[in-house]
C-alpha cells in the first residue's frame, strides 16, 4: 500500500501560475506533450516486447483520448509501459522538475512557450496551462507492480496514493480550468489532435464513429447491412518517409500529397530524403507547380521529430530557397526546442542543410540526364527555384551550373556551356569577350531583337523575377562573357568586331546633322550621337547604357550607398543616328530647315515608337505630322 504526501521539491513556490501565465498562447501544445508520452510508453512495451523483456499479451496497442463534458476532463489513456510509484517520483516530481529552478530565471527571456518546454523538460507540466488539477492513474508492465496514483491541483504539493487501474499503462486525467474551457470541444480538441498527431505511429483514437457492414442477405438475395460503432482512428501510422523508397510507387507519393495539402495541384516531382549517417533525416520534398508568384508560400514543408509534428516554420533548417517545397521532413537529431539563434550554430543543422542541398541537385540533375524533353517542360516550374538556389548558395550553383537551363526568344533551351558553344563563333567581340545578348520584354525589344538575328545572333530570353541576379552571378562566374540587355546600345556596339563601318558623313557634316537632331529633339535626357551603321539599320536607335541601367534597376530593388546615388540620377538615353541611312543623306540634300527638323524628329519619334516610348503630346504631335507627310 502506497500513501505518501509530499511537495515536490523545487526552491520556488508558485512556479505553475508562472507556467500558465507564460505559456498562455502556446497552451495546445499540453496534447502533443502528453499524446507523445502515452505514444513513447506504448513503444518502449513494443520494444521490451521484441527483445523478450515482456512476455505477457501486448494487446492492440492504442492511445485513446476522451472528453468527459460535464466533469470537464481530457483523459489520455495508453496501453504503454506504465509506471511504478517509484518512477512516477523519480520522472515526475524530480526529472520533470530538474530544470525548474533554472526555469525560474530565465523565463522573462524566453520568447515562445516551445522553447522552455523541451529545455527544461517541462513537457508533462504543460498539462497545468489547462489543467487546475492533474491525476496519473498507471500500472507498471513491471510483475507484481502495484497500481499507483498521483494527483497535484497545480501547487508545489502533490498526493501520491494507491492506485484502482488493472491493466498495464497510464491514464492521465486533466481536470480543465475554466479559462481553458473551449478545449472541452470536440471540434477543437480533434483539430489539434489532427495537427500533431496525424502521423504518429501508434493509432490514437478520439471517439467513435459508425460504419456499415455487410450483414448476410435479405428474403430476396440482396445483401444486407448493419450499423456498427469504430474507434474513430484519427492517424495515418505509416507514413509514406517511414518508408523506404523501394517500397513505394508514384501513386502512393501522390496519395501522400493529397493527404498533406488536399485540394492542391499535383505537384511536379518529389525527393525522398533518407539519411542515417552523420545524422537521422527521413522526409519528402516536393516541387509544387508555381502558378503564379504570388501563390509562393513559405510555410509548407512540415517539420516531425519520430513522427510528432513540430512545426511547419522551418526556416533555419531546409535551405532559404528550398522554401518553396512543400512535404516533410522527420528529424530526431534537429534541436526542436531551443531559440533560433542556438539553432543557426548547430551543427547538425548545417550538416543537414548541405544535405538537402546536395540531395536536391542530385535528384534534379538525374531528371535532367534522364529525360531532358521532360525537363524542358519543367522548366518553366523549376527555373525559378533552381536560378534562386545558384545565386544564394555556392554549393548549389556547381551542381546546378550543368542542368540550369538559358531559354532564347524562340523557346529552344540550352545548358550553359551549349549556349557557349552556339554562339561562340558569331557573338565573339573584338576582345575575345562572348557577348550574352538578352531581352526583358520580348515584345517591348521586337526591333532590338529583329536587328540582332539579322546578324545571326542569338538572343536570351531573361524575363524572370530573379534574372537580373541571375545575370549578375553568371557574368562572375563565366569566364571571358558578358551579358548585354539588347536594348543598351545599336547591336553593332554590342558585339564590336574589328570591321568598323565607316560613316559616310563628313565631319563637318556630323556635325550639322547633330545640331539638327538636337533642335529637333531638344531633351536634356537624350543625348545624339552621329554613328556610321549599316545602311540596313534603322536611322535613329535609342538605347540606355548596361550599367546604368542595372544601377538604376538595383536602386529601385532597395539598395542603398552608391546604388542610391544612382538611383537618382534621372533616366539618360543615348540616340543613335545612322550617318549611313539614305533618310540623313536627304535630310542634308534639302535647304529647308523646317523640313530638315521635321524629318529628324519623325525619325526620332519612330525609334520612341518602335520601343513604346511615345506617349502623350508627343504621340499626338507625331500623329499630326504624319498625316501631313502622306498629303
Ligand atoms: P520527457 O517526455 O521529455 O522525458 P516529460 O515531463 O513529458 O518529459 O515526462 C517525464 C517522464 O515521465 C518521461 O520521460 C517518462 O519516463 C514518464 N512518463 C510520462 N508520461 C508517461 C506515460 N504515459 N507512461 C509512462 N511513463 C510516462
Same mark, same amino acid.
Given at each position: 500500500m502506497?500513501?505518501e504526501?509530499?511537495t515536490?521539491?523545487?526552491h520556488t513556490e508558485n512556479i ?5 501565465k507564460?505559456?498562455?498562447s502556446?497552451n495546445e501544445i499540453?496534447l502533443?506533450?502528453l499524446?507523445s508520452?502515452a505514444?513513447?510508453a ?17 494487446g ?6 476522451s ?7 481530457i483523459?489520455i489513456?495508453d496501453?504503454g509501459?506504465?509506471m511504478?510509484?517509484?518512477?512516477i ?9 530538474s530544470?525548474a529552478?533554472?526555469?525560474?530565471e530565465?523565463?522573462k527571456?524566453?520568447? #515562445?512557450?516551445?522553447?522552455i518546454i ?5 513537457g508533462? =507540466?504543460?498539462a497545468?496551462m489547462v489543467?487546475?488539477k492533474v ?5 507498471s508492465y513491471q510483475?507484481?507492480?502495484? *497500481?499507483?496514483r498521483?494527483?497535484? #491541483?497545480?501547487?508545489t504539493?502533490?498526493e501520491?496514493?494507491a492506485g484502482d ?5 497510464? #491514464? ?13 470541444e470536440?471540434?477543437?480538441l ?6 500533431y498527431?496525424q502521423?504518429?505511429?501508434? *493509432?490514437?483514437q478520439?471517439?467513435?464513429?459508425t460504419e ?13 447491412y448493419k450499423e456498427v460503432?469504430?474507434?474513430?482512428i484519427i492517424?495515418?501510422?505509416s ?5 523506404s523508397?523501394?517500397?513505394?510507387n508514384?501513386?502512393?507519393?501522390l496519395n ?8 492542391s495541384e499535383?505537384?511536379?516531382f ?5 539519411v542515417?549517417y552523420?545524422?537521422?533525416l527521413?522526409?519528402?520534398l516536393?516541387?509544387p507547380?508555381?502558378k503564379n508568384e504570388l501563390?509562393l508560400s ?5 517539420l516531425?521529430s519520430r513522427q ?5 516554420e522551418?526556416k533555419d533548417i531546409?535551405?532559404?530557397?528550398l522554401?518553396l517545397l512543400?512535404g ?9 526546442n531551443v ?7 548547430d551543427g547538425?543543422?548545417?550538416?543537414i542543410n548541405? =544535405?538537402i542541398?546536395r540531395?536536391?541537385?542530385?535528384k534534379?540533375s538525374e531528371?535532367?540526364?534522364e529525360?531532358r524533353?521532360a525537363?524542358e ?8 527555384f533552381?536560378?534562386y538556389?545558384m545565386v544564394?548558395?555556392?554549393?548549389f ?12 526568344v524562340?523557346?529552344?533551351h540550352?545548358?550553359m556551356?551549349e549556349y557557349a558553344e552556339?554562339?561562340k563563333?558569331?557573338q565573339?567581340?573584338?576582345?575575345g569577350?562572348?557577348i550574352y545578348?538578352y531581352t526583358?520584354?520580348?515584345?517591348k525589344h521586337h526591333?532590338f531583337?529583329?536587328?540582332a538575328?539579322?546578324r545571326? =545572333?542569338?538572343?536570351l530570353l531573361?524575363?524572370?523575377?530573379l534574372?537580373n541576379h541571375?545575370i549578375?552571378?553568371?557574368e562572375q ?8 540587355r539588347?536594348d ?5 556596339k554590342l558585339?564590336?568586331k574589328?570591321?568598323v563601318?565607316?560613316s559616310?558623313l563628313?565631319?563637318g557634316e556630323?556635325?550639322t546633322?547633330k545640331?539638327l537632331f538636337?533642335?529637333a ?6 543625348n545624339?550621337?552621329?554613328e556610321?551603321?549599316?545602311?540596313e539599320e534603322?536611322?535613329?536607335t535609342i538605347?540606355m547604357?548596361e550599367f546604368?541601367?542595372?544601377?538604376k ?5 532597395g539598395g ?13 538615353y543615348?540616340?543613335?543616328v545612322?550617318?549611313n541611312?539614305?533618310?540623313i ?6 535647304t529647308?530647315?523646317d523640313?530638315q527638323?521635321r524629318l ?6 519612330l525609334a520612341?515608337?518602335s520601343?513604346g ?6 504621340l499626338t504631335?507625331?500623329?499630326?505630322r504624319s498625316v501631313?507627310?502622306?498629303?
Open positions: 502506497i500513501q504526501k509530499g515536490i521539491s523545487i505553475f501560475p508562472i507556467i500558465k507564460f505559456l498562455y502556446d499540453f502533443r506533450e499524446v508520452n505514444v513513447d506504448s513503444q518502449k512495451i513494443k520494444r521490451l516486447a521484441s527483445l523478450g523483456e515482456y512476455n505477457a499479451a501486448l492492440d496497442l492504442k492511445v485513446s483520448v472528453l468527459d463534458k460535464e466533469a470537464k476532463t483523459t489513456s496501453m509501459i506504465g511504478t510509484a517509484e518512477e517520483k523519480k520522472y515526475i516530481n524530480q526529472v520533470a522538475f530544470g529552478t533554472e526555469f525560474m530565465k523565463f527571456e524566453a520568447k #515562445d512557450a516551445n522553447e523541451g529545455k527544461f523538460g517541462l508533462f =507540466y504543460s497545468f489543467a487546475d491525476e496519473i492513474n498507471t500500472l510483475e507484481g507492480a502495484e *497500481p499507483a498521483w494527483i497535484c #491541483d497545480g501547487s504539493s502533490f501520491l496514493v487501474r488493472t491493466t498495464r499503462g497510464s #491514464d492521465i486525467v486533466l481536470h480543465i480550468n475554466e479559462e481553458s474551457a473551449d478545449f472541452l470536440e471540434g477543437k480533434s483539430e489539434i489532435l489532427k495537427k498527431g502521423f504518429l505511429p501508434i *493509432p490514437i478520439f471517439g467513435e464513429r456499415s457492414e455487410p450483414d448476410g442477405e435479405d428474403e430476396e438475395g440482396k445483401p444486407k460503432t469504430v474507434d474513430n492517424n495515418n501510422t507514413p509514406i518517409w517511414t518508408k523508397p523501394s517500397e513505394l508514384d501513386e502512393d507519393y501522400f500529397y493529397r493527404e498533406l495539402y488536399p485540394f499535383e505537384p511536379l518529389w525527393i525522398h530524403l533518407n542515417d552523420p545524422f537521422n527521413t522526409g519528402v516536393y516541387f507547380k508555381v501563390e513559405r510555410n509548407k514543408i512540415k516531425f510528432v509534428f513540430i512545426t511547419d522551418v531546409v535551405p532559404e530557397f522554401m512543400h516533410v521532413i522527420d528529424s530526431p537529431d534537429i534541436p526542436l531559440s533560433r539563434s542556438f539553432l543557426q550554430a547538425n543543422v548545417k550538416k548541405n =544535405y542541398t540531395k536536391v541537385a542530385d534534379l531528371l535532367f540526364k529525360d524533353t525537363f517542360e519543367k522548366w518553366k516550374d523549376i527555373g525559378l533552381i536560378k538556389g544564394s548558395d555556392e554549393k550553383y556547381d551542381k546546378a551550373k550543368d542542368f540550369v537551363l538559358l531559354g532564347n524562340n523557346g529552344a540550352f545548358t556551356s552556339k554562339v563563333a558569331e565573339t567581340n573584338k576582345e569577350n562572348a545578348l526583358s520584354d520580348a515584345a526591333s531583337i529583329a536587328s538575328e539579322k545571326g =545572333y542569338d538572343v531573361m524575363d524572370g523575377p534574372d541571375f549578375s552571378q553568371m562566374k563565366l569566364e571571358k562573357t558578358q551579358l548585354k539588347i543598351s546600345d545599336v547591336i553593332d558585339v564590336e574589328d570591321v563601318i565607316e559616310v563628313s565631319e556630323s556635325k546633322v545640331e538636337d533642335k529633339i531638344n531633351k536634356t535626357s537624350m545624339v550621337t552621329i556610321g551603321l549599316s545602311p534603322m536611322p535613329v538605347t547604357d546604368m541601367r542595372r544601377m534597376d538595383m536602386s529601385k530593388m542603398g550607398g552608391m546604388m542610391g546615388f544612382y538611383g537618382n540620377l534621372p533616366d539618360n543615348k540616340v543613335s545612322n550617318g541611312h539614305k533618310l543623306k536627304r535630310m542634308l540634300e534639302t529647308d530647315e523640313t527638323k529628324a524628329r519623325q525619325a526620332f519619334d520612341l515608337l520601343q516610348m511615345l506617349t502623350g503630346a508627343d504631335a507625331f500623329v499630326t501631313d507627310l502622306i498629303d
